[in-house]
């Protein structure tokens, strides 16, 4: 059974201030807390959409309790997102590139322009796990550890406007 959530994140500056902020974190991924654990793997412009994939762990995520009923490397993901510029909207995919049945993160990002001091961030993500025993435990895992990075991506946001 997958399970959704929304999050809706104000920005105190204009959309274009904040995607330029979104842009500046991905120039040094270590320094940025949440993005530790992630490594670029290309990232390229293809008309008006950028595409971007990371290689990601949630392997420190779970309990170690949990630990040992997970699959080898199944915490080892790979993110596709599929940006596009004109409608400022983020569309992704986090796998298991080994068995893509198996764990699949999918959402949405919308960018939105409110005034010229006020803009939102709103997300819709949906966690699937396959996984026997352990699956529902590692989905509310995951949502959990996957908002926590959202959060942390957006005060990371915040400081650089």
């Known amino acids: 059974?997958?399970?959704t959530f929304r999050l809706l994140q104000p920005f105190p500056a204009s959309v274009e201030k904040v995607l330029a902020a979104r842009?500046?974190?991905?120039?040094?991924l270590s320094?940025?807390?949440?993005?530790?654990n992630q490594a670029l793997l290309d990232?390229?412009?293809?008309?008006?959409?950028?595409?971007t994939k990371r290689a990601l762990s949630l392997a420190d995520k779970i309990p170690?309790?949990?630990?040992?009923?997970?699959?080898?490397?199944?915490?080892?993901?790979?993110?596709?997102?599929?940006f596009d510029t004109e409608t400022?909207?983020?569309?992704?995919?986090?796998?298991?590139?080994?068995?893509?049945?198996r764990l699949k993160i999918s959402g949405v990002t919308k960018y939105i322009g409110e005034?010229?001091?006020?803009?939102?961030?709103?997300?819709?993500i949906t966690v699937a796990m396959n996984v026997a025993f352990v699956g529902g435990i590692l989905e509310n895992q995951i949502a959990s550890?996957?908002?926590?990075?959202i959060e942390k991506d957006y005060e990371n946001i915040k400081e650089l406007l």
Do not use: C, W
């Open 1 to 3: 059974m997958a399970q």
């Open 23 to 28: 842009e500046r974190r991905f120039e040094d």
């Open 31 to 36: 320094k940025h807390e949440g993005l530790k």
């Open 43 to 51: 990232r390229r412009q293809e008309g008006k959409v950028i595409v």
């Open 64 to 82: 170690d309790a949990i630990k040992p009923l997970v699959p080898a490397g199944l915490l080892n993901l790979v993110e596709t997102a599929h």
């Open 88 to 101: 400022n909207t983020n569309h992704f995919v986090v796998t298991y590139v080994d068995n893509p049945d």
């Open 115 to 124: 005034s010229e001091n006020a803009s939102r961030r709103e997300y819709e």
């Open 145 to 149: 550890s996957f908002r926590k990075g």
